[in-house]
């Protein structure tokens, strides 16, 4: 009783936080002629509730694709028809054709913010708390805390209730997956994650590791036996769903074409503003873009995702549990974000979902991996208006995360996973002063990125070089992806898991 009703507890908090923050400002409020991402969702309402479907990917007369065109999969345009509907009734000229574009008033605002919370009660936080109490270790106070951690991660929480967006909808669908998996409902698992892959097609970047630990599973279990039945079983679902998802598309293949080519728009370039990967960073000393062409860009990116996400998949492969799916979904999903091609900068909460899975194990590295991954959004949540917001969840985040989880209290290079760093410094450093070295570097880290806010809002740059602060966010925010990349990367190489495989359920 005293747990559920900690848990409830937890979730109010995590409701509170979201609505709280759903009264800032969203993104492009009030600037015409584009705004934002979100007139971006309500203009995809306008478009499917008053379009035939196959319209939708299409530039026609009544569908600019050029002002905000859709460009998600077939599962955002069911779900904005959806919600269209719904605006329908409540006011009809949310949605009217043409006359809608940039429509703004309170009353809309709290219906696209009610949209977002009421996706994240649906699929996003049952997920959470069923994988905190079913698929992690230890007491139920500290399930508990780690659920209030993941539920109040302000990553997530800034971009979809401040900027506006529906990520919680894709990773809530992802995290069943992992759910699903790890409770061995495997076709459950593969339902869900083919559905959010249906739904953001950015859910690639955790597509190997399910690949990988499902086509595992079934080697093991022998691909002359149970291992082929379950292999035919799971391969049927992921193709069923896939055609439930694209029904209406099917019978034209020029529909198929089209909106494959809006779900890849490789013309718009390598990457996009000051996303802190390494193309971006790079192309402070060297303009990548300039100097290779878009074909030798494409391949490079390709070639360097290959390189750094199939070690942790192989791995995965010849060891399936839960403990390496967790490890190789964080460095799958971090290698995607870091050097593939055409990344966004709220691209990082998709490594951001599988790292929250890492904090009951890992809590000081993960707390600091999403603490550096809020931060690094910090351009594009000042240009929303969302500095407030921003500072306040990101403190309560640090302040809950190592208080509850007890992140900085003695830990050892066991507990941190430093064993391999101690086998390469053992002659220079004694265990303590790894763990120490750690520690102090966390500390030099928050400084630094409190610091660099700081400065964001206060100073203005010099007029020459007018993206000096945002160019820094990004460059400092990639340093730290980098080094947590090959973190997690040691981490699960070198070091046995000593976790249990996945728990299963009759």
Same mark, same amino acid.
């Given at each position: ?56 990917? =299409? ?163 022998? *691909? ?19 055609? $439930?998802?694209?029904?209406? =598309? ?124 809020? =931060? ?63 520690? $102090? ?36 925010? =990639? *340093? ?27």
């Amino acid at each position: 009783m005293e747990t559920w009703s900690l848990i409830s507890i937890c979730v109010l908090l995590g409701l509170t936080t979201r609505w709280a923050v759903s009264f800032s400002s969203y993104s492009g409020a009030g600037k015409a002629p584009m705004f934002g991402d979100y007139e971006a969702q309500r203009h995809w309402q306008e478009v499917t509730y008053n379009l035939p479907v196959k319209e939708w990917y =299409f530039n026609t007369t009544d569908n600019d694709l050029g002002y905000w065109g859709l460009d998600y999969p077939p599962l955002t345009a069911y779900h904005s028809l959806l919600c269209a509907h719904i605006a329908k009734l409540i006011d009809p000229a949310w949605v009217e054709l043409h006359t809608s574009r940039g429509y703004e008033s309170a009353s809309h605002k709290l219906f696209m913010r009610t949209t977002v919370l009421f996706a994240d009660i649906v699929i996003y936080i049952p997920a959470v708390i069923l994988f905190c109490f079913y698929l992690t270790d230890g007491s139920s106070k500290k399930k508990v805390a780690t659920s209030l951690c993941i539920l109040l991660y302000p990553g997530l929480i800034l971009i979809d209730y401040g900027h506006f967006q529906y990520n919680s909808v894709s990773l809530g669908l992802a995290l069943w997956g992992v759910v699903g998996l790890g409770l061995g409902w495997d076709l459950l698992g593969s339902l869900a994650f083919t559905l959010a892959l249906n739904y953001k097609q950015m859910e690639l970047y955790h597509s190997l590791p399910f690949f990988c630990y499902l086509l595992g599973k079934c080697i093991k279990q022998g *691909l002359m036996g149970k291992g082929l039945l379950l292999l035919v079983k799971i391969s049927l679902t992921v193709l069923a769903t896939f055609t $439930f998802c694209w029904w209406p =598309f099917l019978s034209d293949p020029q529909q198929i074409l089209q909106v494959l080519h809006r779900l890849f728009p490789v013309d718009r370039g390598l990457f996009e503003d000051k996303v802190a990967n390494t193309w971006c960073s790079l192309n402070v000393l060297i303009k990548i873009k300039s100097l290779l062409s878009r074909d030798t860009q494409l391949l490079l990116s390709f070639a360097l995702t290959l390189l750094f996400i199939l070690p942790s998949s192989i791995k995965l492969l010849t060891k399936p549990t839960l403990w390496q799916f967790k490890l190789a979904l964080v460095n799958s999903s971090l290698a995607f974000f870091l050097f593939s091609f055409q990344v966004h900068e709220k691209s990082i909460l998709l490594p951001a979902l599988p790292v929250c899975l890492l904090m009951n194990e890992l809590p000081l590295m993960s707390i600091w991996f999403l603490l550096a991954s809020t =931060f690094s959004m910090l351009p594009l949540l000042l240009k929303d208006g969302l500095l407030l917001p921003y500072v306040v969840t990101s403190l309560a985040f640090l302040y809950l995360g190592v208080y509850l989880l007890s992140a900085l209290d003695g830990k050892s290079e066991e507990e941190l996973r430093l064993g391999f760093c101690l086998k390469l410094t053992q002659h220079c450093l004694s265990k303590h002063t790894l763990s120490l070295l750690v520690k $102090f570097m966390f500390r030099v880290s928050l400084v630094a990125m409190a610091g660099l806010s700081f400065t964001s809002v206060v100073l203005e740059p010099p007029a020459r070089l007018p993206d000096l602060f945002p160019v820094l966010v990004s460059v400092f925010s =990639f *340093l730290h992806f980098l080094a947590l990349l090959l973190y997690f990367n040691l981490v699960q190489l070198t070091e046995p898991p000593s976790k249990k495989g996945p728990k299963k359920t009759n």
